[in-house]
Every structure is written in structure tokens, then in C-alpha cells.
């Protein structure tokens, strides 16, 4: 009992009453979460009992939900003409059991994005997703947008970052996305891009670097640079050095880049163990596009690695990953021999 009242929890006598100074709120998704204001923090589970809550049901008939300036979810009863932060749902919330994880890991290779995200609330938060205008990239958006986040959509075709950002909204037409030109291809678009976001004067949160390109015949950038060396990897590189300051101000923020597991299948060493420059951006001669793709995906890991351990000590980490064997995007579309490839694995590997 002592440990009880020292946490100011004796003082009532249900264990679903709240103690003194605390609040029961609720995410855009309908989780229940709990408000301590002498402490101001926020909690998961309730103070009590212990136990996490969601809530059952829609909105009663003339009820919307809104977002304020600060992120917070109120609720607007347009019958009556109020406004309110208790969700009038929470006379009917329904108990959270959870299926415990395994020993091996919570998510496995059917978790969905959005299963992922459940109870969280993005609001606030800003996020960069580069080529988000189809395949995982846009998944990615969909979903973080949808939980709340401001993301932008980096993408090199206008029209095409314009058509994903309405098809976001019409799953949700409060959501907080917008698209901006960015080619991986020419390092000047990078530097327009990021000084283009610089000038909006928000914070940067999240940055996935996740646009690539796959199996294309061999061709120079506008820089002289053999193309899927610049667009996967060397584009993403400066795009983070231009952004950094932005990132480590906005701090916790994170990296995300999308690498491969066929990185391990290439070497960019010499035969004396040394890092061979010509094999990054090799000559039309030297060039196989399954060779190419496979470096530029080990150039992701090793500056994802070394990204993070300069980076973390100031709040910024970095992570890489390898999105699943042979999903079926528009990745493959360069030759007709991928593109079958994919299509026979389509029924045996994760969906986007």
C-alpha cells in the first residue's frame, strides 16, 4: 500500500477509475493511451490496472475527429456544436490481448505495414521518402501518412508524385502529404531539392532513402557517373550530407535506407584487398547490370554503418534493410527476362 500511495494510486477504489491527474485520450486510429499531468508524460497502459485499451465502434452519428495545431486529437459534435478532447467513444473501449511475440522476433515476413504502425501516433513528425510515388516507397508514405506524419514525397516524375499524393488522400483527405521533384540521376537536382525543403522551415524527422533502379543498360548521369551507381547510392549520399544539419537539429530522426540482401553477392576490392574506384562506376565495357545493382546496395550498407556511428551520438540513427526477396514492383520493368522472373516468384513472396 505504501508503494501505492507514494504513486498517488489510493486514492480511488475501482480499478478502472483513474487516479489524480491522470487523463484517458485516444490516437487518429482509436488506441487508448493515458496523460500524467503532474509528471506530463504519457503512457500506454493504464495506471491501475496495467492494461491497454482501444476503442469499439464509429463515431456516434454527427461526430468528426480533428487534429489541433499541436498534433492533438479533439473531437467536434457538429449536432450539438461543440468541441471536445474525450472521445465520446470511450464508454465503449474494449481490452488489448495482444498475441505475445515469439522468442525470435515480433514481425516475420507477413507483418503488414500498417499491422506495424497500430497505436502510433505520427503526428508532428516529418518525413522524406525518395521515390514514394509506387512500390514500397509508396506504401511507406500511405501508411505513415495515415498515422498522422507530414511526409513528402520525393519523387523525379512531378505528375506521377502528384497523382500517388491524391491517391493518399482519397484513402484519407485530412492527410498531411505533398510531392516535390527530386532526380537521384543529377546531384544539381538533389541540391535543388534539399534547399527547396530547407525553405519550408520544418523540422525532418525521417528521411528513407528508398528510389533505386534495376537492370537498366548502361548510360552516364548529367555528371558523368554511371546511372544505378548514382541514383542508388551516390544521390542518396549527398541528399543525406545536404540534409544532416536539418536532421541532428530535428534529433531523435532517423535514416532509412533500402538496401539488398544480393549486396553480399559483388566485391568492390581490388585484388590486393584494396577499394577499386572503376568498380563503383565502371565503364560501358566493364559494366553488368545485376553487378552494378549489387554494389550500389553494399555502398548503402557500408554508409548506412558508418552513417549511424557519427551520427547516433547526436540523435540521429541510421539503419539499413532488405525489403524481401524479389517483390513485385516496378523495379524490374528494364528487361522482359526480370519482369517473368518476378512474375513467377509473385505468388511465393510478400505483397506491397
Given at each position: 500500500m505504501a508503494a501505492l500511495k507514494y504513486a498517488g494510486l489510493e486514492d480511488t477504489d475501482s480499478e478502472e477509475e483513474l487516479p489524480p491527474g491522470w487523463e484517458e485520450r485516444t490516437t487518429r486510429d482509436g488506441w487508448v493511451y493515458y496523460a500524467n499531468h503532474l509528471e506530463e508524460k504519457t503512457q500506454w497502459e493504464h495506471p491501475k490496472s496495467g492494461k491497454r485499451k482501444r476503442v469499439a465502434g464509429d463515431l456516434p452519428y454527427g461526430w468528426e475527429q480533428e487534429t489541433d495545431e499541436s498534433g492533438q486529437v479533439y473531437f467536434v459534435d457538429h449536432i450539438n456544436k461543440r468541441t471536445t478532447y474525450l472521445d465520446?467513444?470511450?464508454?465503449?473501449?474494449?481490452?488489448?490481448?495482444?498475441?505475445?511475440?515469439?522468442?525470435?522476433?515480433?514481425?516475420?515476413?507477413?507483418?503488414t505495414a500498417m499491422e506495424i504502425l497500430q497505436g502510433r501516433d505520427l503526428s508532428g513528425k516529418v518525413v522524406i521518402i525518395t521515390g514514394a510515388n509506387s512500390g514500397i516507397g509508396f506504401e511507406a508514405a500511405k501508411s505513415l501518412a495515415l498515422h498522422g506524419a507530414h511526409v513528402i514525397l520525393a519523387c523525379r516524375s512531378a505528375s506521377r508524385g502528384s497523382d500517388a499524393v491524391q491517391r493518399i488522400l482519397g484513402e484519407w483527405h485530412k492527410a498531411k502529404v505533398e510531392a516535390m521533384t527530386l532526380d537521384l540521376a543529377s546531384l544539381q537536382s538533389v541540391q535543388h531539392f534539399a534547399e527547396a525543403f530547407k525553405s519550408k522551415?520544418?523540422?525532418?524527422?525521417?528521411?528513407?532513402?528508398?528510389?533505386?533502379?534495376?537492370?537498366?543498360?548502361?548510360?552516364?548521369?548529367?555528371?558523368?557517373?554511371?546511372?544505378?551507381?548514382?541514383?542508388?547510392?551516390?544521390?542518396?549520399?549527398?541528399?543525406?550530407?545536404?540534409?544532416?544539419?536539418?536532421?541532428?537539429?530535428?534529433?531523435?530522426?532517423?535514416?532509412?535506407?533500402?538496401?539488398?540482401?544480393?549486396h553480399r553477392f559483388t566485391e568492390i576490392k581490388d585484388s590486393s584487398g584494396k577499394l577499386d574506384f572503376s568498380l563503383l562506376s565502371?565503364?560501358?565495357?566493364?559494366?553488368?547490370?545485376?553487378?552494378?545493382?549489387?554494389?550500389?546496395?553494399?555502398?548503402?550498407?557500408?554508409?548506412?554503418?558508418?552513417?549511424?556511428?557519427?551520427?547516433?551520438?547526436?540523435?540521429?540513427?541510421?539503419?539499413?534493410?532488405?525489403?524481401?526477396?524479389?517483390?513485385?514492383?516496378?523495379?524490374?520493368?528494364?528487361?522482359?527476362?526480370?519482369?517473368?522472373?518476378f512474375t513467377l516468384a509473385r505468388p511465393f513472396t510478400k505483397s506491397m
Open positions: 465520446p467513444r470511450l464508454a465503449f473501449t474494449v481490452e488489448d490481448n495482444p498475441v505475445k511475440p515469439t522468442t525470435r522476433q515480433k514481425y516475420d515476413g507477413n507483418s522551415n520544418l523540422p525532418l524527422h525521417i528521411l528513407i532513402c528508398n528510389a533505386a533502379v534495376f537492370g537498366g543498360p548502361w548510360c552516364l548521369t548529367e555528371d558523368g557517373l554511371e546511372s544505378t551507381f548514382q541514383v542508388n547510392h551516390l544521390g542518396h549520399f549527398y541528399l543525406v550530407q545536404l540534409l544532416e544539419g536539418l536532421l541532428r537539429q530535428s534529433s531523435p530522426a532517423r535514416v532509412v535506407v533500402v538496401s539488398s540482401e544480393s565502371p565503364s560501358k565495357k566493364e559494366y553488368w547490370a545485376m553487378l552494378a545493382y549489387n554494389r550500389s546496395k553494399l555502398c548503402n550498407i557500408l554508409f548506412s554503418n558508418e552513417l549511424n556511428r557519427r551520427l547516433s551520438p547526436h540523435g540521429v540513427t541510421s539503419n539499413s534493410l532488405h525489403p524481401g526477396n524479389l517483390i513485385y514492383s516496378s523495379i524490374h520493368r528494364n528487361w522482359w527476362v526480370y519482369t517473368l522472373l
